[in-house]
């Protein structure tokens, strides 16, 4: 029964988020200390409410390996560099895919509708 559980806590799991535009702030405390030590592996396209119209490819890997890229500057779908790309369905929307052994896909999720903007955050980030 022991091996069993062990097993089973090392199952990869996932959690698949689509959200609204995200808060700056809270991604980068996200980030920076808060992705769950299960996660091995993160990727997706994230705007910011405090960057409307810009669209950013994100990846994590490894040993917190971290990526941000800035993909669409302008919001029209086509990457830096010109070839087409359209990584949202409609302005402001973040996807993320989540991934890793023994991975809460309810509590990830949750976290990340967190990380997700109110109206205030752009109105602050707007008055600084």
């Given amino acids: 029964a022991a ?3 062990a097993t089973d806590a090392s199952a990869f799991g996932s959690a ?3 959200g ?3 808060s700056l702030a809270r991604f980068q405390r996200w980030v920076a200390r808060e992705i769950p030590r299960e996660v091995v592996r993160a990727k997706g396209f994230v705007q910011f409410a405090e960057a409307p119209g ?3 490819d994100f990846h994590l890997s490894g040993r917190r390996r971290i990526e941000l890229e800035l993909v669409d500057g302008d919001g029209d779908g086509r990457a830096r560099g ?3 790309r359209a990584p949202a369905k409609r302005q402001g929307e973040t996807r ?3 991934i890793g052994p023994g991975l809460d896909p309810e509590a990830c999720l949750a976290t990340l509708r967190d990380l997700e903007a ?3 955050d752009a109105d602050d980030a707007a008055a600084a």
């Fill in 20 to 22: 609204g535009a995200l």
């Fill in 96 to 98: 993320l895919v989540l």
């Fill in 16 to 18: 698949s988020f689509e």
């Fill in 54 to 56: 810009c669209v950013y």
């Fill in 3 to 5: 091996a069993a559980a």
């Fill in 82 to 84: 010109g070839f087409s």
């Fill in 118 to 120: 109110t109206g205030g």
